[in-house]
T-cell receptor, first 114, second 112 residues
Framework: DTEVTQTPKHLVMGMTNKKSLKCEQH?????MYWYKQKAKKPPELMFV???????INESVPSRFSPECPNSSLLNLHLHALQPEDSALYLC?????????????FGDGTRLSIL | DQQVKQNSPSLSVQEGRISILNCDYT??????FLWYKKYPAEGPTFLIS?????DKNEDGRFTVFLNKSAKHLSLHIVPSQPGDSAVYFC???????????FGQGTILTVHP
């Protein structure tokens, strides 16, 4: 069982919809991450939150909007997505923000844009 | 520019034998390296890591070797078990920097 919980597991939305992905961890980790993974490709970093502040944005389009309401929760708000945004969205957390702290992943949200 | 490369898309081994997965990197700023295992419909699971001050780290059946001069690391699994069949990702990053860069992954199949 993963200690990082992501909801929903699957999401289908139209290009004009607004939806949110949710990620939760209760390991006391202070760094949280969003990754995007396309089929047969490695995960690609989107955002890093360190101590609830956005520390890295990998030039992600503004139609993706992250939010960290508290140290246990991470959201990804979606608006006006494109078909090419269909992918597996993975959340991860680590004790601290450095690569020296292994990241623990959730099982992801499979997103399909119609 | 692919900074972390896993040149073997797949590897097939017999149960009980050794599995060796390889990874090469180009960025000299990387000082921490990790291996993840991924089953279908699950997120990556952390397996083992190594910092650049070491050349070997062992955890049970899993050993990671780092050759800094060659910018190469490998994961050895001994003995291999059918449950080890999964996609294995190599990842690299800086100790104080949150970004991990992943390789393309190697599909390991362990035959009974």
């Amino acid at each position: 069982d993963t200690e990082v919980t992501q909801t929903p597991k699957h999401l289908v939305m139209g290009m004009t919809n607004k939806k949110s992905l949710k990620c939760e961890q209760h390991m006391g980790h202070r760094a949280m991450y969003w990754y995007k993974q396309k089929a047969k490709k490695p995960p690609e970093l989107m955002f890093v939150y360190s101590y609830e502040k956005l520390s890295i944005n990998e030039s992600v389009p503004s139609r993706f909007s992250p939010e960290c309401p508290n140290s246990s929760l991470l959201n990804l708000h979606l608006h006006a997505l494109q078909p090419e945004d269909s992918a597996l969205y993975l959340c991860a957390s680590s004790r601290g923000p450095g690569a020296g702290q292994p990241q623990h992943f959730g099982d992801g949200t499979r997103l399909s844009i119609l | 520019d692919q900074q972390v490369k896993q040149n073997s898309p797949s590897l097939s081994v017999q149960e009980g034998r050794i599995s060796i997965l390889n990874c090469d990197y180009t960025n000299s700023m990387f000082d921490y390296f990790l291996w993840y295992k991924k089953y279908p419909a699950e997120g990556p699971t952390f397996l083992i890591s190594i910092s650049s001050i070491k050349d070997k780290n062992e955890d049970g059946r899993f050993t990671v070797f780092l050759n800094k001069s060659a910018k190469h690391l490998s994961l050895h699994i001994v003995p291999s078990q059918p449950g080890d069949s999964a996609v294995y990702f190599c990842a690299a990053g800086g100790t104080s920097y949150g970004k991990l860069t992943f390789g393309q992954g190697t599909i390991l199949t362990v035959h009974p």
